[in-house]
């Protein structure tokens, strides 16, 4: 007697999607009951059934993993010298980048406005002429 | 203290049928004695859901059983209920014939 084989793509796709818990038993008991007559659509909906469940479950897990971080952190958050070592961080960045803002050096226009162009109009070119108008780089 | 572990409706059921008399409860056993028994059909995955539920609240055991050529090369799971779980689907059980005693209308077994 030849077993029956049941959809390949359903298989695969729940061998690959399916939930990770005893995957392999679960998809022989597929097997086994889709020999007892069952039909393509009963194998499919099984299969589906079986990725959503599986896909739920991980989403449920990561979830009350999350859910558990939050709740470990925001009590320890909530502490008074976290906070204040909150407000200090927030005033030492604030102060930091005001100091930054007002100290950084103006970089100079580096550019020559020239008038002896061929076409009689004035134009800019790269680099500083300095003072007695010879043009140079850095 | 070890926080107390309840059974949900679908676990109870499979707690209980892996605790029949016959020693090999796996998926399809498991899933068509619930079928038979309350008349509606259940998942496989839900079945093995509920499995790894019980499994980690430590009511149930699993082992592995060797592949065969009518599995399509996959092992069957074998389950089998510890003290704890046997335990508390007696429990559970007492508590619900408790709770249906005094419903108006209906005479309870």
Known sequence: MTARVPPRIATWLL??????????????DLFEEYQRDRTRAWYWRQAFVSIVIGR?????????RFAAFRGTSAPRRSTPIRRLLGVFAVT??????????????RTPQRCTLQSNSPQGRPSIVPGYAGLDGQAGGR | MRRREYLGQLELMVLLAVMRPRGDAYGVLIARDIADKSGREVALASVYA???RLEHKGFL?????????????????YFKATATGVREAREAHATLLRLSADLPGGETA
């Open chain 2, 50 to 52: 509920a499995l790894e």
């Open chain 1, 15 to 28: 061998e690959y999607l399916g939930p990770g818990y005893r995957k392999e038993s679960l998809v022989g």
């Open chain 1, 56 to 64: 739920s479950i991980g989403l449920r897990r990561f979830l009350r």
């Open chain 1, 92 to 105: 030492a960045l604030s102060a930091g980048t005001l100091t930054w803002a007002c100290a950084a050096p």
């Open chain 2, 61 to 77: 055991t699993s082992s592995l059983g060797q592949p065969t050529a009518e599995r399509g090369g996959k092992a069957r799971t």
